[in-house]
């Protein structure tokens, strides 16, 4: 992949809490008052499968996502069905305390303490946006599908609109996902997400991280502030559910404001 280069990539540490929960260090060292990170499927015998709209049953689902709210210690947690679309919900309250799931949203964004924003993966790249001033947070679920319908661009040009904000003093980075050599797709794919390059004749893996990490470049966003995770949910061994590797079960890229920064 000849674009982003420039942008270093990080490997999550998995948290030591009982919920599997692999946080970015950096971020951790830099913003204490942030939850951040992605679950995976954990050690245990049970996978931990956050996954609300399959087959198995909610109740041992809601249990694990009320240990993430505990792990994270946050008040409420906010997940919307997805769609593949670049439409955002803005969060302006501090919400009901438990799980809202609302319908028909791939991105969120919130300024408020104590919500956990979360986006559904296993395969599709979970994007975390910060912009540590205002303080507000943006986490967003992109497939190829709302990569190419620009759901990043959105999501950062709505924090500088409605912030006040700059790209210049946002924090990205692309979470757990697919990697540039598993994610074997046709032209058509690469002619969307990737417009201004040679589309491929025949079916091609495609690395929809950099794509992502080269448009946030392309916004203004300084390099040193943009980060790739090191973990590609489908060749990187059991830690992450796969689509591609026949897991029906979801991770949740999980994005809040514990507290306001003083
Ligand atoms: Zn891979």
Known sequence: MATALEVRTVAER?????????????????????AQGTTGRGRGDAPFDLGLSGAQPVGPALDRWRALLAATEMHAAVHARQVHR???????????PGIVVMDGFDG??????CVLLSVSVADCVPVSIIDPQS?????????????AAGI????????????????????????????????EVGPEVHAAVNPHLPVPAANTPIDVRAAIAERALGLGLPAEQVSVSAHCTRCGGPDFFSHRGGSKARQMGVLGIRELPS
């Open 152 to 183: 990043v661009e959105r999501a950062v040009n709505r924090i500088v609109e409605s912030w006040q904000g700059a790209p210049e003093r946002l924090w990205l980075h692309c979470g757990p996902a697919i990697c540039g050599a598993c994610y």
């Open 108 to 113: 969120h964004l919130t300024d408020r303490a």
């Open 14 to 34: 998995l948290t030591a809490d009982g919920v599997p929960l692999w946080v970015h260090p950096e971020w951790e060292a830099r913003f204490p008052w942030l």
């Open 135 to 147: 303080p507000v947070v943006a986490l967003v679920h992109a497939g190829w599908r709302g990569t």
């Open 86 to 96: 670049a439409d955002l919900w803005i969060h302006r309250e501090a919400g009901s």
